[in-house]
């Protein structure tokens, strides 16, 4: 079992950053790819940005590219999203999610048995 803790999440300005968090448990983190998904109010809950397990090979949607950066810290435990240029459109709640896997990065919340319980990002207009 692997258990996620999300962090960092809150109210911004648009143009602003935040920077989430994961914080992982219970496995050795290095053997799990990672990925962020969000689910915006009365929308599906879609992949936004996925990192394989030693951190080599990053994959994005298109509406987050340029803009959000996922990094890991095997050391840590952690990994994480970077998030600039925010936008009302990238409110939220956001998901980390982990499946043990080193094959591609997978882009499907049903592909990652192991999800944290979200944070809640807000970007003002």
């Known amino acids: 079992q692997v258990q996620l803790v999300e962090s960092g999440g809150g109210l911004v300005q648009a143009g602003g950053s935040l920077r989430l968090s994961c914080a992982a448990s219970?496995?050795?983190?290095?053997?799990?790819?990672m990925g962020w998904f969000r689910q915006a109010p009365g929308k599906e809950r879609d992949f936004v940005a996925g990192?394989?397990?030693?951190?080599?090979?990053?994959d994005y949607v298109d509406s987050v590219k340029g803009r959000f950066t996922i990094s890991r810290s095997n050391a840590k435990n952690t990994v994480y999203l970077q998030m600039n240029s925010l936008k009302p459109d990238d409110t939220a709640v956001y998901y980390c999610?982990?499946?043990?896997?080193?094959?591609?990065?997978?882009?499907?919340?049903?592909?990652?048995?192991?999800r944290g319980q979200g944070t809640q990002v807000t970007v003002s207009s």
């Open positions: 990192i394989n397990w030693n951190g080599d090979s990053t």
């Open positions: 219970g496995r050795p983190f290095s053997n799990y790819a």
């Open positions: 999610a982990a499946e043990r896997f080193v094959g591609p990065i997978h882009t499907t919340w049903n592909q990652y048995p192991y």
